[in-house]
Each structure stands twice: as C-alpha cells, then as structure tokens.
C-alpha cells in the first residue's frame, strides 16, 4: 500500500509558476512509476507528465510540453511538479498517481494503482 499526499497548489497570475509536490508513505516508493494528471470543472481527468520509478525517462502531454517538468527524490520519498510560464487554461484540480508497470499505457489512469488527494492550481488572467 502507498498513501500519497499532493500539496503545493494555489492561487497564482498567468505567467507564474508553482511547484507541486508528491509526499509518498508506505511500501518502497522508488518501486512505483509516478504521474500527474489534473482535471478541469466540467472535463474528464487528464494526463499531465509521468516519470518511471529510475527517473530516467519522463512524458509529458503536448499541452504542458516545455513548460512543466516533472522529477522525483526517492530518497525523500516525494515527487514534483514544477509547473513555469502558467496560463488560466492550466486551472485544476491536480493529483499525483503511483504504480507500478501493469501493461496499461502511462498516459491512462489504468496505469496508476493509488491517487493523492488533489491540489486545486488557479491561474488567473
């Protein structure tokens, strides 16, 4: 069993940037691939970037490509989202996901067997 816990979010201007952090309790964390999706009122739950339990290979949706960067300390048992140049579009509510390779694509929430709480991110114009 994991418990995660996201925490970071807020209220920021376009433009800005936020970190959102990842804390992991329970069985090795550094076992689990890690990703952050967020959804929108109104829309379904999307992907947002994901990075393999190494941290050497990491994915990113078209929408955040070159503007988000996600990284882990397994040491500390945490991931991060480090989210740059924020646009209103980017309002949400994240979370982070953990689990390990089952055959399901990252990109799905299939992939991820246990979700954080959220963290609400507004990006004002």
């Known amino acids: 069993q994991v418990q995660l816990v996201d925490s970071g979010g807020g209220l920021v201007q376009a433009g800005g940037s936020l970190r959102l952090s990842c804390a992991a309790s329970g069985r090795a964390f550094r076992a689990y691939g890690m990703g952050w999706f967020r959804q929108a009122p109104g829309k379904e739950r999307e992907f947002v970037a994901r990075?393999?339990?190494?941290?050497?290979?990491?994915d990113y949706a078209d929408a955040v490509k070159g503007r988000f960067t996600i990284s882990r300390d397994n040491a500390k048992n945490t991931g991060y989202l480090q989210m740059g140049s924020l646009k209103p579009e980017d309002t949400a509510l994240y979370y982070c996901?953990?689990?390990?390779?089952?055959?399901?694509?990252?990109?799905?929430?299939?992939?991820?067997?246990?979700w954080g709480q959220g963290t609400q991110v507004t990006v004002s114009s």
């Open positions: 990075i393999t339990s190494s941290g050497l290979i990491t």
């Open positions: 996901a953990a689990g390990l390779s089952n055959g399901n694509p990252y990109w799905t929430e299939r992939a991820y067997d246990y």
